[in-house]
């Protein structure tokens, strides 16, 4: 797996100051388990993200341990409050080097 | 070579109920078919439908991306003859596979014989991500348009060929594709429903791989399942049983990039 | 034939158990975990107690949704919401996901703050087999809260040999 990939934020553009905004978060990644082996019985290695953090203005408002048990191209659907206009920046890390960055900029009105 | 016990189960139990009726493999009327769209949970279908669910659209970007990198010894990229947007693709996979020079190809074939003699570039890898990225890219420029294959003078011969493999047995437990997707399409096999079998889809984002897929993996699959020797990747019958799986669906909306299970 | 017929329509749970210990070999969990409550695996039960120590969870609160039946194990939708004003003296600080029957136990945490507005997300996780999903959340008083959800995983009749 490469050390970065594709990602991808959908969250509104706009929205009413303290309303609870949804964003979605998804990222390209295989997710390899580490419980699968080849044809030859080999294992093969855990390739996966490990930890997904939200910050929205440079506070961080959201995060995520990630294990095993997540499913490739990992998608997280999670709220937070839309307290002022700026940038909510999403990060993923993960197995060997594995580093993704995505921001959207939000306005309140 | 180990046989999967439940899958070999359930094909024993279809083997004894197909012994006790006769079995006319018709052909499925055009209004009764079916995209195996209709048999996903409604969770799956939200997944395809919605771009921002479907894990498929890394691989349409990243075949966008792909379509305008020069490379080859040519050093120019399918955007140089065929335009940044990819727009000029709109139609092109509801045709394959098509005889262009004589020549059957499919639209993974077609990609692969663009490279060697517009850009003198090495062919792609079946199931590699650089050629499932360029074939969902180009084959989504067409979704929603019905698929365009027609029986010709020139695909004639090729057409029937498909047609034969379709109908004909094979493999230890001695099943044709028909005697499933054609007789008992709607029907269960091991908790699954079993279905028409229309390749509308491709390439598909199939949730048992975790990945994009082209439509041979998945027929290799099935050929695994009767324990049959796989058609290979590329090869002139795999190209036939596309040709024919495509012409029985003419008609019907391209839904790709798909979410199958 | 008809005797053939006969003998395997009748134990399809020994079957199942045949074709789970072949997928053994490939790393997925071979025990066919009952889903009675009582029989929590000693890996499940360590995970559950790395998390609440010496307090005992309380049932309530906490929501999680899975479809009770699911095709393919490989890509499960999970929603879980907890009850909560979710204020900065009255939030849900975490939430961890526990399977009862996947190789590892852990399948994700998640962290909340007061600027969450609701304790709640969606997934898509992998379920290796039939099993009992726990959510147990962490209030910022200090207490357990959890909730469950039991699914049906169907493998797939033909799997795939590449």
Not at chain 2, 53 to 72: Q, Y
Not at chain 2, 115 to 141: G, I, P
Request: proline share 5%; charged share 20%.
């Amino acid at each position: 797996m490469s050390k970065t990939s594709r990602t991808g934020i959908i969250a509104p553009a706009n929205a009413k100051k303290d309303s609870i905004i949804e964003i979605r978060a998804i990222a390209q990644h295989d997710m390899e388990t580490g419980f699968r082996y080849t044809e030859d019985g080999k294992r093969i290695p855990r390739d996966i993200i490990r930890l997904f953090t939200c910050r929205y203005n440079n506070e961080e408002v959201f995060r995520a341990d990630f294990y095993s048990g997540i499913g490739a191209n990992p998608l997280i659907i999670f709220n937070t409050i839309a307290v002022a206009s700026g940038t909510i920046e999403c990060r993923w890390t993960g197995d060997d080097g594995y580093e993704a960055v995505n921001q959207v900029n939000i306005t309140i009105s | 070579m180990k046989t999967s016990p439940l899958c070999k189960q359930w094909l024993y139990v279809l083997f004894a109920i197909m012994i006790a009726q006769s079995v006319f493999a018709a052909e499925i009327a055009k209004v009764n078919r079916q995209s195996s769209y209709q048999l996903m949970t409604a969770e799956n279908q939200a997944m395809q439908d919605d771009p921002n669910l479907n894990p498929a659209l890394f691989w349409v970007m990243d075949g966008h991306s792909l379509w305008k990198e020069k490379t080859g010894n040519k050093n120019v990229s399918c955007a140089s003859c065929h335009g940044d947007s990819g727009k000029k693709m709109s139609g092109v996979a509801t045709q394959f596979p098509k005889i262009l020079r004589g020549k059957l190809r499919t639209l993974e074939g077609q990609i692969n014989q663009c490279r060697a003699s517009q850009q003198d570039a090495s062919a792609l890898a079946y199931e590699s991500k650089e050629l499932l990225a360029l074939t969902t890219f180009v084959a989504s420029q067409s979704k929603g348009m019905p698929i365009a294959i027609q029986e010709t003078p020139l695909n004639t011969k090729d057409l029937q060929q498909g047609k034969q493999f379709f109908n004909e047995r094979m493999g230890q437990l001695n099943l044709s594709c028909a005697q499933c997707h054609q007789d008992r399409a709607g029907l269960k096999l091991g908790g699954s429903l079993i279905p028409q079998g229309h390749p509308t889809a491709y390439p598909i984002y199939r949730i048992e791989w975790q990945t994009m897929g082209s439509l041979q993996r998945r027929l290799r699959n099935c050929m695994s399942g009767v324990r049959a020797k796989q058609f290979e990747y590329g090869s002139t019958e795999m190209a036939q049983l596309e040709l024919y799986l495509m012409w029985r669906a003419r008609g019907m909306p391209l839904e790709t990039p798909g979410v199958r299970p | 034939m008809m005797n053939l017929f006969k003998l395997h329509a009748s134990s399809p749970n020994l079957t199942r158990r045949l074709y789970l210990s072949t997928l053994g070999i490939l790393g997925l969990s071979t025990s066919f975990a009952p889903l009675s409550a009582l029989a929590k695996k000693p890996e499940v039960i360590e995970a559950i107690a790395k998390i609440v120590g010496s307090n005992i969870p309380r049932d309530g609160r906490v929501k999680l949704v899975i479809p009770p039946l699911v095709e393919s194990g490989n890509l499960v939708v999970l929603k879980v919401a907890i009850q909560s004003p979710m204020t900065t003296i009255d939030y849900v600080k975490a939430v961890h996901i526990i399977s009862e029957a996947n190789p590892s136990p852990n399948i994700f945490t998640a962290y909340f703050t007061p600027r969450s507005g609701r304790a709640e997300l969606t997934t898509r996780v992998r379920l290796a087999d039939s099993q009992r999903v726990w959510a147990i959340a962490q209030m910022s008083d200090g207490s357990y809260w959890q909730g469950y959800a039991d699914t049906l995983v169907t493998l797939s009749a033909c799997t795939e040999m590449i």
